[in-house]
């Protein structure tokens, strides 16, 4: 009966606190972290303790059970929430619906892989909430933080490699402007929101370089610990992201376009090159009939695109088993549309403007192909993308 008591009385004490006003909201984006959820709601709230605070948990679809582990906690912790994300993944994207959800009035973000400290929590905290800073940044890169996560050579090099590219494209002076954990105010994110690309991992580049004029953004450092339980979400695409980033910030200074259509125009490109690589040297040195070699070569970019964008551009609604192949033969249709566009278009602009350099008509065609494949595949194959 003690017991039972007990149980209950720490119950209405955790409601209780719940209740008081929010005043720091932890934002967690998960993917198979299962067995991190309860330590992490431990460490919190030994961490926290003083603080009115909650966490929210954005889980996309985690096969490991880590929603039905979030949920089996909110049942008794009121601090604790769930946002259970179904057909699209990212760490960018869950990081803002969690921030746009959040009832503090400051949002914490860090990784679910108990890689970071959170014992530096308060620290942020405060220094926003003091209006110190508009954004505060735990880097793994200052003087005093240590780096143990950092597991392999390769993967430290791709993150020195990601900040000086980030430092020289946008004019930072940041030891770690891609660390996954900081804090700022709502309003911040709320302002950033408009201008962000929500593409691959780095949420906190995307918010610094969205805003207008820059936050004034200050560091503080803390140690990288090793991952306990679950994978890491790096993974090979990191770079290319980085890539389709660096593109759409630059581009998006004259012309908002879509990281999307970015990689979509990428994948494009390279198929171009595909296609030359087959039909040329079956021609020129394999004798091939020009018709035949143009079919063949047409065939294989085309399915090289397809793959390709699956795998990359639509990587968080990409189709499998049957739908794969179903997948194939629309997007093979409407291309076919897009090459008959391409040519009127070209034509069209060779004969009223006969004078023009034929290339230009020719890129003409080109870009409304681009541009037709992008928005008919992106509704009649990938529907569930968003933009």
Not at 104 to 114: K, Q, R, T, Y
Not at 175 to 183: E, M, N
Not at 282 to 311: E, H, I, K, P, R
Not at 359 to 374: E, M, Q, R
């Amino acid at each position: 009966m003690t017991e039972v008591l007990s149980t209950s009385e720490n119950a209405t004490s955790v409601a209780a606190s719940a209740r008081a006003r929010i005043q720091l909201s932890v934002v967690i984006p998960t993917y198979n972290e299962r067995d991190n959820v309860p330590a992490i709601v431990e460490k919190l709230d030994r961490t926290l303790s003083g603080l009115g605070w909650e966490v929210i948990f954005v889980d996309d679809s985690s096969p490991d059970g880590t929603a039905s582990a979030v949920r089996a906690l909110a049942q008794t912790d009121p601090r604790v929430r769930l946002i259970s994300r179904h057909n699209r993944r990212g760490l960018s994207s869950a990081v803002v619906e969690g921030g746009l959800a959040a009832a503090g009035d400051v949002i914490a973000v860090m990784d679910g892989d108990l890689q970071h400290d959170e014992s530096v929590l308060p620290d942020l905290y405060r220094r926003v909430a003091s209006g110190e800073a508009d954004i505060v940044a735990a880097s793994r890169f200052l003087a005093t933080g240590k780096t143990e996560g950092l597991s392999s050579r390769e993967r430290e090099q791709m993150s020195n490699t990601g900040i000086k590219l980030a430092n020289f494209f946008f004019g930072l002076n940041l030891t770690d402007p891609l660390t996954g954990f900081f804090a700022m105010r709502r309003e911040t994110l709320e302002r950033a929101t408009p201008n962000l690309s929500a593409l691959g991992f780095k949420i906190l580049l995307d918010v610094i370089t969205s805003l207008k004029p820059r936050p004034k953004v200050i560091e503080v450092p803390f140690t990288f610990r090793n991952r306990e339980h679950g994978e890491s979400k790096l993974d090979n695409r990191v770079m290319y992201d980085f890539f389709l980033f660096f593109l759409e910030k630059m581009i998006g200074r004259f012309v908002p376009v879509p990281a999307r259509f970015l990689s979509f125009a990428v994948v494009n490109g390279f198929g171009i090159l595909l296609h030359l690589a087959i039909l040329v040297p079956a021609v020129s040195l394999f004798g091939v009939g020009f018709d035949q070699a143009q079919l063949g070569a047409t065939v294989v970019s085309m399915f090289s695109n397809y793959a390709l964008n699956n795998a990359i551009t639509y990587h968080d609604v990409s189709l499998k088993g049957w739908r794969f192949w179903f997948g194939f033969v629309v997007f093979a249709v409407l291309c076919s549309v897009g090459i008959f566009a391409n040519v009127g278009v070209a034509s069209m602009l060779h004969r009223e403007f006969a004078g023009m350099l034929y290339v230009l008509p020719a890129l003409a065609g080109a870009f409304i192909t681009v541009v037709w494949n992008y928005v008919a595949t992106k509704f009649f194959v990938w529907g569930r993308a968003k933009a």
